[in-house]
């Protein structure tokens, strides 16, 4: 069958019996986890239910995810979500963001009607007879793609507006590493520029459908086939070399000799070779499809403040080969106002960027996945799992030892002189009091994992958003200095999961199950013999009437804090009511320094706040 | 100059001035009062830490300058950034009484930002003479102007508010709920216990809680309906909150009561007691509290009796 579903990749990417082993195992960590969390809870006098959060402490803005608002009136099944995430394939649930869940209210998404297309790339694909299967199959749902995009801008006869939009966005995303160097006028004036641009965006999102560009990206995601994505390589190519111009940009069938791609690429299909790639695409509505069938690549993009594939969807799929992927911002897996597929299916890779890369998404979503390979992911600032408003951004490496690195250029000038943004890594944001943000998703399957990162990262969100880190296997390290490893800042939901193996986690403060501001955020760590070291607020805190959890299952455990006030099962008072902090470790034998925990006892010395060792 | 001459420049003369108003409103000259609350403002707001030692002395100056800086203020009072929400309550709590009557005018406001946080600025002034603009506010549709308000009306303390905080104590949002069982504690004159009592078993904790804490603070009168609720309730989490409203600071009455439940077949009461009883601070507790240690099986509730005798020394 030529065309196939999504739904049909998803089936292959899961073996059958390896679901119902996962679901069995997954539902024991979660009945574990279940009992133990109402057991300590009993000792606080309250109950699960107690947990529960509102969806509307402020008047809601009609950009809030539906998911964002399930998990917050029933925040222990994002604990279920996260433990699972692991064990599926996260593309489905970028669906079930996009298509079974309620849309968002400002953003209405419609039926598309199909409109005859002017041209169609097919056209330019009908080359002297030969048959380039690939190149046809790819056309035909770029033919669709474009036809959506090319309705959408009928549609709405204001493509000016998009690209005010797409300039808006832009500056909300954007740092400037220059800050540090401002007057605190001229950082105020900042301030009121990015406040009117995102009124103006309020309104422009609530004039225009922008939800189409996501729908479309569905409808997209549901003609990219086995024929194309998860089959072999094509019949292989014996002519030579060929290129030619598209009003789309250029089209380029390559061989199997190393081949140097450069310019306003559209597509590229490359049978072999190391190949190096310079894309240089220009203003927005831009998409690019490269299929790169072996050898150790190259992959350039050129830096642009403004994205050039807004409005657009795009695929990278790399089948062979240890790849380098090299790009400034919104590009590797970035969606914004539309789609972003980056599918690495092996090798040992690297992966370097600035803003809004590696699994971004905003008004739509960005896929950055791997199969396979010791890799390495590096980016500053809104990467690795990251989901604005009404987005969703999805890293998701299945095997190998990978390092991810977020953050070391955009300085926290906020609140430090020495430390950097990170806002990665599985982490959800949205615009205080604006605009509700998005849902972002850092899942690893395997290995022995090394997860770096500043400030805000590793399962964590802000603003009635969602993050989360899943990573099932292997001996990782988490290291973070502060809002990170299950934490939530501001009415919004942070998870870190952690499968098994003998883990590491490390930092400062408001992490490790901590929520603060009527947020929820939990770590839990299913098996293992682990670390867990950190100052203050942190190990199962609430804070300012959020809720946060640590548990840990199984193994012989250590855990490490520096002020034993405010960690280990600790919630303030605010609002002359109290925060609730959690404390669970139900097994082994277990280290406690600097704090109030012992191994096989229960301790409580905050009002709000309790730790039970089993 | 005819007439007509006459009105025509007069007319001109009058729109010249508005003009020069409006423009100066827009844009005032540099030494404008409004220039100067601005300035001040942004640096009293900043949150950057290398700002930081700008923010108290510019708190300062715009307390200093007291009623003449009102007016400015109070077109930030819509502003949805909350380190300026902060901020903005702390000077106006510095300014204080001569504030209210502005901020009372802003309570009619449609923004909702503003209007919640004129109410807040009010609560943090304390003065009596915003209640009776207040409690109109606690049957506003917006409920989150309804918390801001039992909030305000409990941080003022005036009983005249009582009849209104404990109708918000069966508000159907819990918020509201919350916060009017706080203002009770605050106000305790004229709170009838068992209103009270009777949100023990409410769905949220935080309204159990501080139901709970506020018949704490009340004080020994609730020691006789609080004793009774407990003999009727078979809600052991009720039951437990109960016990913690009898942790009356310094009353030995409280502790007698406690000591009735010592031994009380659930774990939950029993840590409920050793909390309640470390609460009360009297000397009386402590042999209960031994007992309960020598004979406690339960580890929470056997370190809630440690640590509660530790609060006795």
Partial sequence: MLICGMKKIILIWIAAAAVVQAEDAGKNVLARFDEALADALAGLYMTPADLSLRDDYLEKDGFRMAIVDRYLKSPLELVGFASTLADSAVENTVFRFFRESPYPAAVKPRPFVMAPPESTVAEYCDIGGLDFGTLYRLAYFIQKETRLRQNLTVVEERSATFDSIIFGLTVLLEEDVMDEFRSVDELDSIQRYEESWTKKLVDLLGNVDAGVPAVACLEFLDFIGDSILNSGPPPVFDGEYLEFTTPYGKVCIGDTAS???????????????????????????????????????????????????????????????????????????????????????????????????????????????????????????????????????????????????????????????????????????????????????????????????????????????LGVLSDKSGHDKYLSYQYAQGCGTHMTLGCLYDGSGNDLYFGKGLMQGCGHDRSFAALLDAAGDDNYIAYDLSQGAGSANGNGLLVDLQGNDAYVVKDAKNTQGYGNERRDYGSIGIMIDMGGRDSYAGGQGADSTWWSKAAWGIGMDK | MSNKTFISAMVLLIAVAYGVAAAEEAFPPPDSIGRIVDSLFIRASSGEIRFQAEVEPSRKALIALGIKAVPRLLSKLDTRDAREMLEITEIFKGIGESAVESLISVLRSDDGFARRLAIRCLGEIKSDKAVWSLQAMAQHRDFRTRVETMTALGNIGSPAASAAVQTGLNDSIELVATAAAAACGKIKKDIDPNALLAVLTHRYYGVRYAAARSLALIGESVIAPVSAYLDSSDDINAKCFAILSLAVKGSEKSVRTLSRFAESESWQVRTAVADALGMTKVRKAEPILKKMIAKENHPLAAAKAKAALALLD
């Fill in chain 1, 259 to 465: 081949q140097y791609y450069y310019g306003d690429l559209f597509i590229v299909i490359d049978y072999g070779g190391d190949d190096t790639y310079l894309v240089q695409r220009e203003g927005g509505h831009k998409s690019t499809y490269i299929l790169d069938y072996g050898g150790d690549d190259s992959y350039n993009f050129e830096r642009s403040r403004i994205s050039p594939f807004a409005l657009g969807m795009s695929i990278v799929a790399d089948f062979a080969g240890d790849d380098i992927y090299s790009g400034g911002s919104w590009c590797i897996g970035a969606g914004l106002l539309g789609g972003g597929i980056w599918w690495d299916k092996s090798g040992d890779d690297r992966y370097f960027g600035d803003t809004f890369t590696m699994g971004a998404g905003c008004l739509g979503f960005g896929i950055l996945r791997d199969d396979g390979g010791n890799d390495i992911y590096q980016a500053a600032l809104f990467s690795q799992g990251f989901g604005f408003v009404a987005g969703a951004g999805v890293l998701y490496d299945r095997d190998g030892n990978d390092r991810y690195s977020a953050g070391g250029k955009y300085k926290d000038i906020l609140r430090y002189s020495d430390h950097y943004l990170s806002l990665s890594q599985g982490f959800g944001y949205g615009i205080r009091p604006y605009l509700s943000g998005g849902v972002g998703l850092l899942v690893d399957n395997g290995g022995n994992d090394v997860y770096e990162s500043d400030i805000f990262a590793q399962g964590c969100s802000y603003w009635w958003s």
